[in-house]
């Protein structure tokens, strides 16, 4: 592993961006990735990637990972073209976390980092314990489907109460008050994820922490409101139903949205719309240290009482979850390759192509490759 500035990519810049063009995900416009390029900067974090590499890479969890790993691998695989890497996003985080520790996965993608208890069970698999390390950014988008809308503000306040049940009906007077105009009556139906889900943490950490006198389930994996919800597993599954539906509302990571409306979100009188630069400044405002105690450990949390105008409000950093002591010294040696590009600038600028999400701070991804590069 070798950390250096960008000048230094050269050649891998150049037939990375030649693998751009065959990723197999969907860019976050809704075209495919055919002639996509990824140029350095002139500064950065970068990673060379050692070509003679061989064997099999086996992880799996966040399907909101799903299209930036398949422009990832393809990426990668421009380079080291003896490795294989499986990615099975059908599990979702809870489910990647569960065969991460079970000595299944080389590591897991998660859009949450391992809880105390999980990181107490990572030390029978990682000895010291399981590390968390961010390679991805986006957001959580809150999708709709509504007849003839395809412009929707809501505050925050009002999509706790949507959520839990409490706003019924789409002309209810607070979506009136959100959107200056009533939208006509219709009943709505909330689509959440059935399954253990990061994105379900990552919406029910906003909402608990920002809305806590109307959200008053626990922030977590697993969706707390029974009803008039219609559940679906995974992120696709929530997209389809919402766009299936009609007067739908659900939420999905930012980049599995497709062609589907997502609603500006209210945040101090100003409506913010999805972009890459305002979940950046998210990040840059509102994410703190989360330490988990295991070193090289680089998880995060959000202060949202830090939240701005300027600011996307529902962040979600996702993670790959791995050992920092392997059994077998060769797939240590993969798992740190393919990271390593991962939390390369090139990697991030790969990721932001082809799935619409944020390129990290170069201090994260600098905090990065100094956790992988203890990897043994």
Known sequence: MKISRLAQLGTVA????????????????????????????????????????????????????????????????????????????????????????????????????????????????????????????????????????????????????????????????????DNGTALAAGPITTVARSDGSGTTTNFTNYLAATQSSVWTSPAGKDWPIEGNVSKQKGGSGVVEAVKAGTGTIGYADHSAIGDLNAASIVQDGTAIAYSGEAVSKT??????????????????????????????????????????????????????????FITSTLGQQVAAKNAGSAPLPESVLEAAQETLSAIK
């Open 14 to 177: 150049a037939v990375a961006s030649l693998a751009l063009a065959g990723c197999a995900g969907p860019s976050a416009s809704g075209g495919d990735a055919a002639g996509a390029s990824a140029s350095p900067s002139d500064s950065g974090v970068a990673f060379t990637v050692d070509t003679a590499l061989t064997g099999t890479i086996t992880s799996g969890g966040s399907s909101a990972q799903s299209n930036a790993q398949a422009a990832w691998t393809a990426a990668y695989n421009a380079q080291a073209k003896g490795v294989t890497i499986n990615y099975d996003k059908s599990q979702g985080s809870g489910g990647g976390v569960t065969n991460f520790l079970s000595g299944a996965y080389d590591f897991a993608g998660s859009d949450a980092p391992l809880t105390a208890d999980q990181t107490t069970q990572s030390k029978a698999l990682c000895t010291e314990g399981g590390v968390n390390i961010p390679i991805y950014l986006d957001g959580v988008a809150i999708i709709f489907n509504i007849p003839g809308v395809t412009d929707l503000k809501l505050s925050g306040e009002t999509i706790a109460k949507i959520f839990a049940l409490q706003i019924t009906d789409w002309s209810d007077p607070a979506i009136t008050a």
């Open 283 to 340: 990040f840059d405002l509102a994410a703190v240290e989360a330490s988990n105690g295991v070193t090289g450990d680089l998880s995060k949390k959000f202060d949202y009482s830090k939240l701005t105008a300027e600011t996307y409000p529902i962040p979600l950093v996702s993670y790959a979850i791995t050992c920092t002591s392997f059994k077998d010294a060769k797939q240590a040696e993969l798992v740190k390759s393919y990271l390593g």
